[in-house]
């Protein structure tokens, strides 16, 4: 049996108990104020924000990448993300509160990079001389750079909760790096 076919048996199971116990959400929310949180985490398979915060279908809106780190890819998905919720009928989190949370962790990949500066400038889009800022040896210090910059992009509302946290892939624990605050203050 092929990683597929396991994978696909657990889908049934998964398709059954989310029928039964009707949770399933044939379609997209008509706004966004059920999401409750959107959280970017890194891709690495040891973070999944599912496992790490225990995050359940419907709960959060989840964007992965190398390191869990904002960059203008990212914050392009973003802008569109909010602009499929104007697109399905409303203000993503219109009403409701969001929060915003920057999940990165230790002992992450990117920090294998640092022997390849052109390749990380590419991905944050900055000069390669500018790359101390991004901080990929330290995740505390890059948690707080990547919240810094969240703070000043003006697509994102005000009023959502920002927050920067570090899971150590030892002990299994997040740590609040940088803790909930309106992203801008009104
Ligand atoms: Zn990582």
């Not at 029928?19 to 997209?28: D, H, K, R």
């Not at 203000?91 to 990949?109: A, F, K, R, S």
């Not at 920090?111 to 400038?121: C, E, H, M, N, S």
Request: overall charge negative; proline content about 8%; hydrophobic content about 45%.
């Amino acid at each position: 049996m092929s990683n597929l076919d396991s994978f696909l048996q657990r889908n049934k199971s998964f398709a059954a108990q989310q029928s039964a116990a009707g949770t399933l959400m044939p379609s997209l929310p008509s706004a966004m104020p059920d999401v409750k949180a959107f959280i970017i985490g890194c891709a690495d398979m040891r973070v999944d924000p599912a496992d790490v915060l225990g995050i359940k279908p419907g709960e959060a809106v989840v964007l992965r990448n190398i390191g869990g780190r904002i960059t203008p890819v990212l914050l392009e998905e973003m802008g569109l993300l909010g602009r499929i919720g104007q697109v399905a009928g409303g203000i993503p989190g219109g009403g409701g509160e969001v929060h915003l949370i920057v999940l990165q962790h230790t002992d992450c990949g990117i920090t294998r990079l640092t022997g390849d500066p052109d390749k990380l400038a590419h991905y944050f889009q900055v000069p390669e001389a500018q790359l101390k800022a991004k901080a990929v040896t330290d995740p505390r210090a890059a948690v707080a750079a990547d919240v810094a910059l969240l703070q000043t992009i003006p697509l994102l509302p005000g009023q959502w909760l920002l927050s920067g946290l570090v899971y150590d892939v030892a002990t299994g624990l997040v740590e609040v790096v940088v803790p909930p605050a309106p992203i801008r203050a009104a």
